[in-house]
């Protein structure tokens, strides 16, 4: 079947972790909230690497540096090297880097993680519009980051300097909700230049570049919990993904979904690595997964069956993604979400 027309999620005889040599891990949302290991996490992710599986952490998150990453992974009970952290600063510093002179500087609107990515390419950040940078980059902060950073990139980028984005999420789980991520600083700057930066991470080309060099995988999994970032990521750069249904996206959500942000797998987190996936077959009108079978009519999708949730939320997959086409679903499947309690 054509990546770019999915119809419904795959299924897969083996578990995931000896189906694929690499899982290319987001964290946010996946592993973590809020930096507390998400549940199941700690022990799905140990068994993984055990059976063989090589566990890399991809992050747009690009205020902390890899160091600092691994150690909090370590300190959750996931033991991890700086090697196995890729991150959006990353990404952007090598950007950066094949676009201006060696020894450039550039101007610095983030964390310490953007720093230590710019000199790790040699190249030397600095913190004013004033500085002559070559370029500015711009990376999520922390929600300490002063307001004053965004008029310094503003007068930077006014002048012409390229501008440069780790990532454009809009939003960033926390351990206490959904909270501005570093997209909704990159707005500040784009609503007063006009400009538009380059932009490096998921669901961009560069990022997938970045993480494949730094992991050398072969057969590389997608695991993420955002349609419009991991999935994404993983349609772009054409590899297999699986959705977690730990971080921000729903079950409506994923109805709706379009083809690029349609999932090669979906399970309820990260115990999904450890098995097999369940065949989504067609069934007279419809579709069944497990015990459950679906038909779309005119306007909403019926459910009939029972056994496990995610089976039901596959099959109403299946019937949506069809229906939509190329697509996004406008079948209301809000009474069979319901009943899936999810």
Not at 19 to 46: K, M, N, P, R
Not at 77 to 94: F, H, K, L, M, N
Not at 252 to 266: D, E, I, S, Y
Request: charged share 20%; hydrophobic share 40%; glycine share 14%.
């Amino acid at each position: 079947m054509s990546r770019s027309v999915r119809t419904r999620p795959e299924g897969s005889g083996q578990a995931l972790s000896e189906a694929y040599d690499t899982a290319l891990l987001d964290l946010d949302g996946v592993v973590y909230a809020g930096g507390a290991a998400i549940v199941h996490a700690v022990e799905s992710l140990a068994t993984a690497r055990a059976g063989g599986m090589h566990l890399a952490y991809v992050t747009n998150n690009a205020l902390r540096t890899p160091d600092t990453v691994a150690g909090h992974l370590t300190e959750l009970g996931i033991p991890t090297g700086a090697e196995d952290v890729i991150t959006s600063a990353q990404a952007v510093a090598r950007l950066i880097a094949e676009q201006v002179p060696a020894g450039a500087r550039v101007l610095v609107i983030g964390g310490e993680g953007l720093r230590v990515a710019l000199r790790e390419r040699g190249l030397v950040p600095v913190e004013s519009a004033d500085d002559d940078p070559a370029a500015v980059v711009q990376g999520f902060g922390g929600p300490d980051l002063p307001w004053g950073r965004f008029a310094e990139a503003s007068y930077a980028v006014a002048r012409g300097v390229p501008w440069f984005a780790s990532n454009t999420d809009l939003t960033i789980p926390s351990g206490r909700g959904i909270a501005p991520g570093n997209g909704a600083a990159v707005e500040v700057v784009r609503i007063a230049t006009g400009a538009e930066p380059q932009v490096a991470g998921k669901p961009l080309p560069p990022m997938h570049r970045e993480t494949i060099l730094r992991t050398g995988a072969e057969r590389p999994l997608v695991v993420g919990d955002r349609l419009d970032t991991d999935i994404e990521g993983a349609f772009n750069g054409e590899v297999d993904s699986l959705l977690v249904l730990t971080g921000v996206t729903d079950g409506a959500q994923l109805l709706a979904a379009p083809p690029q942000h349609r999932p090669t797998f979906v399970d309820a987190d990260l115990r999904g690595l450890l098995t097999g996936q369940p065949e989504v077959t067609p069934a007279g009108d419809g579709f069944r997964c497990g015990g459950w079978t679906v038909t779309a009519g005119e306007e909403r999708m019926e459910l009939d069956g029972d056994g496990e949730a995610l089976d039901g939320l596959r099959a109403l997959c299946a019937a949506a993604w069809t229906a939509a086409g190329e697509g996004s679903c406008a079948l209301d499947g809000g009474k069979a979400l319901a009943r899936l309690g999810l």
